[in-house]
């Protein structure tokens, strides 16, 4: 079982410019993590048409309880969760990339070590790894969720290295993909008003 040992604190505001050039400001409790992560970035491969499914498939609501559970314990946003699960596994708790990454949040081997996720494979536990490392990578880069999402796909010491987001094969079509469907994910929980935990945002004109 995860230990809950990373806590949130206060508030941080950021903003950052999406794919389609809107600014957002976010808000995601802050902290001091400096846990360091391997680059996975050889293991996003950007789906083709026919392996994209609509949003409000029944896969969507696979393994709701953990997701649900996992994001409000690191108080993370559902919709985000829920979107880097689709974008890494398209939520297969059995996939394993070329370059090791496993399970439904594809943790690299150390990173599930260091998390404390002790069956990968499993669904529960693979989960609420996965959202342990987006709480601590949120407290490492302030809540900015580009960098968070980057520091996930190319390990947080990258990010640090280049100052933003590593100009790496896949890194900005990585995060523009999980933004898109945590944005679509986000519109389908609060239309069946289930909003779950999510970051406060406000577009900015």
């Known amino acids: ?14 903003r950052y410019t999406d794919a389609d050039g809107v600014i957002h400001t976010i808000a995601v409790a802050g902290g001091g993590a400096s846990w360091e992560t391997s680059g996975r970035r050889q ?7 026919a392996d994209v499914y609509p949003l409000d498939d029944e896969r969507m609501r696979r393994y709701q ?11 993370l946003p559902e919709a985000l969760l829920r979107a880097l699960i689709h974008t890494e596994s398209r939520f297969r708790p059995q996939a394993v990339s070329g370059a090791g990454a496993i399970g ?6 150390a ?6 996720v002790q069956r990968p494979f499993d669904p529960r536990q693979n989960i609420y790894g996965g959202a342990r490392f987006l709480r601590l990578l ?11 999402l980057a520091a996930y796909f ?12 590593p100009s790496y094969p896949g890194v900005r ?15 389908l929980l609060q239309s069946a008003g289930e909003g779950g935990t999510r970051m406060t945002r406000q577009i900015v004109e």
């Open 1 to 14: 079982m995860v230990s809950a040992d990373v806590r949130a604190g206060s508030p941080t505001y950021t």
């Open 43 to 49: 293991r996003y491969e950007p789906a083709g048409e």
């Open 65 to 75: 309880r953990h997701i649900r559970g996992a994001a409000q314990l690191y108080q």
């Open 104 to 109: 439904l949040t594809q943790l690299m081997p």
């Open 111 to 116: 990173t599930a070590r260091f998390l404390g």
């Open 138 to 148: 949120a407290n490492r880069f302030n809540g900015d969720l580009v960098l968070v």
């Open 154 to 165: 190319a390990g947080a010491g990258a990010v640090q290295k280049h100052g933003g987001v």
């Open 173 to 187: 079509a990585y995060v523009r993909a999980v933004l898109r469907r945590y944005y679509g994910y986000e519109r």
